[in-house]
């Protein structure tokens, strides 16, 4: 059989736990059996791949997907995607939902009194290029109540999901805006342990990206699992 | 390993209770189409929370090879048939009650290490509100020859496998359903 290089495990730290109590949501749903740990194989070491046709122009411009402009201060958010040695990530699927500018989700469990926003649904797709850069125009999402504890904010923050080449390289994740006072409280921004790892979860003002006239630019670079160095016996 | 903390995975988020708005364009409840070959099987279960209540705020993802145990994917390098019309993806979003179901063939067997031979097996994503980073686990099918030699079932402690295998309801339909606490908790992996 071929020789696949596995993935390297996480940096301790860097990944959060399952079972957190300050996100009370976590009580009932992580598992309290020990995790089975066994080898990558084929399963794992392949996944789904996408195609550039599977997505529309409009998909990664979440500010012409209806009729009218949507309420909110236009964004750039862009960034690339690569893997733990550096190197790009190209033609990978990358997703985002997000809050509108008045920080209400059009789902309808979202109860928070703020408005919807007929001109915005909040959901976007982009492929990332030959150099593993995506580019997504939105605008700036609100930060809205949720019932964790009393007084509880969720930061501004943009949903993320990339699939990258293998079932291993999976991760969703959420992107935040620099000097957000809500961080701090904020237990989902938290339970990244390492300090350093949960500043990465927070995007970058850009002046490059910022157009004049138009919108501000934010970079949020996302890293994926990177490959062992040596391939193991498939 | 480099040596550039920026360079460590992003760490993973909740996909938070509305993840339907972000991922549903993508849902693919039948993951094999009328010209795919193979035995037609429909999975269904529940995703149910430590409570034995269903998720609402959901969703599973799978990644199969073809019924003659081959992926869609450059990496495998076997010499056996790929179907164009078969990607092998599956993203299936519980209903009100925490309800999947999605259809599909029965995979072929594909290598495990060390020479083995891995049973026909689905590999499955599990994401929901309140999980800070989404979960692995695996479907088995009933009955299988292959499941007694599976390089990872045996890995699995005995009395826990079971969780693993689906169990069949009717020619055709297979019920398997994920419990994440307590009594018949599912068995994840950690890759």
């Not at chain 1, 993935?7 to 301790?12: E, L, M, T, V």
């Not at chain 2, 995975?9 to 996909?15: I, K, L, R």
């Not at chain 2, 590999?123 to 479907?139: D, P």
């Amino acid at each position: 059989m071929s020789k696949l290089a596995g993935y390297r495990r996480p940096h301790p730290g860097t990944q959060p736990d399952y079972d957190f109590p300050p996100y009370a949501g976590t009580t009932k749903r992580h598992p309290t059996q020990p995790l089975v740990i066994p080898p990558q194989t084929l399963s794992e070491l392949t996944g789904p791949l996408f195609g550039r046709n599977e997505v529309k122009p409009t998909d990664n411009d979440l500010t012409r997907q209806h009729r009218g402009a949507p309420i909110g201060e236009r964004i750039i958010v862009t960034g690339r995607v690569l893997d733990e040695d550096g190197k790009a990530v190209p033609n990978t699927l990358v997703e985002i939902w997000q809050a509108n500018a008045a920080g209400r989700y059009p789902h309808p469990t979202d109860q928070h009194n703020a408005p919807l926003d007929p001109n915005f649904s909040g959901a976007g797709r982009a492929f990332t290029d030959a150099k593993g850069r995506y580019r997504f125009v939105t605008i700036r999402p609100g930060e809205y109540p949720w019932r964790n504890h009393y007084n509880a904010w969720r930061p501004a923050h943009i949903h993320f999901s990339l699939f990258g080449s293998a079932f291993l390289t999976r991760m969703v994740t959420q992107m935040y805006f620099p000097g957000d006072p809500l961080l701090e409280l904020d237990p989902m921004y938290k339970c990244v342990a390492d300090e350093n790892a949960r500043k990465r979860l927070i995007s970058s003002f850009d002046l490059e990206t910022t157009i004049p006239e138009q919108a501000l630019g934010y970079r949020f670079d996302i890293v994926l699992r990177g490959r062992d160095a040596t391939p193991m016996e498939q | 390993m480099s040596d550039d903390v920026n360079l460590y995975a992003t760490g993973n988020q909740t996909v938070g209770p509305y993840l339907h708005i972000g991922l549903n364009w993508l849902v693919t409840p039948k993951i094999a189409g009328p010209r795919v070959s193979g035995e037609r099987v429909t999975i269904q279960g529940r995703l149910l929370d430590g409570d034995g209540k269903g998720v609402n705020d959901g969703m599973i993802e799978i990644w199969q090879a073809n019924s003659h145990g081959k992926y869609a994917h450059p990496d495998d390098k076997q010499k056996k048939p790929l179907e164009r019309s078969f990607r092998g993806f599956g993203r299936i979003p519980t209903d009100a009650k925490g309800h999947f179901r999605f259809s599909t063939i029965k995979p072929g067997r594909v290598p495990g290490p060390g020479g083995t031979l891995q049973a026909p097996h689905l590999v499955v994503s599990v994401f929901m509100r309140g999980l800070l980073k989404h979960l692995a686990t695996r479907i088995y099918f009933p009955d299988d020859p292959g499941n007694i030699e599976d390089p990872v079932l045996s890995l699995v402690p005995t009395a826990r496998r079971s969780t693993l295998i689906a169990r069949r309801k009717a020619k055709g339909l297979l019920e398997w359903s994920i419990r994440l606490q307590g009594k018949g908790e599912t068995v994840f992996f950690d890759y």
